[in-house]
């Protein structure tokens, strides 16, 4: 069974850092994509970032070249670096890794930035 488990989410202030983990278990075939989503209070779901197996990263326009994401695929492991928060960034983030057209999901990490 594929488990995914999101770490470090918290409180931060506006302006600072924040990284998050995740590491899948349950995997033993290729993942072809890993990622990052999240829900903002009283919004939909949005892509954050993600990363591809060949290395390839995209990034929301809102974060572009404030998030930076990392990848292990040998380790199952996904990161997302998050610098010059905002309160805009608040929300519950999700980690994803993707095979072809399946997707598995972590319970997601709640996220607040205080302005």
């Known amino acids: 069974q594929v488990q995914l488990v999101e770490s470090g989410g918290g409180l931060v202030q506006a302006g600072g850092s924040h990284r998050l983990s995740c590491a899948a278990s349950g995997i033993d075939f290729k993942i072809d994509a890993m990622g990052w989503y999240r829900r903002a209070p009283g919004k939909e779901r949005e892509l954050v970032a993600h990363?591809?197996?060949?290395?390839?990263?995209s990034f929301a326009d809102s974060v572009r070249g404030r998030f930076t994401i990392s990848g292990d695929n040998a380790k199952n492991t996904v990161d997302l670096q998050m610098n010059s928060l905002k309160p805009e960034d608040t929300g519950v983030y999700y980690c994803i890794m993707r095979r072809g057209l399946t997707t598995y999901w972590g319970q997601g990490t709640q996220v607040t930035v205080s302005s």
């Open positions: 990363i591809f197996s060949g290395g390839a990263t």
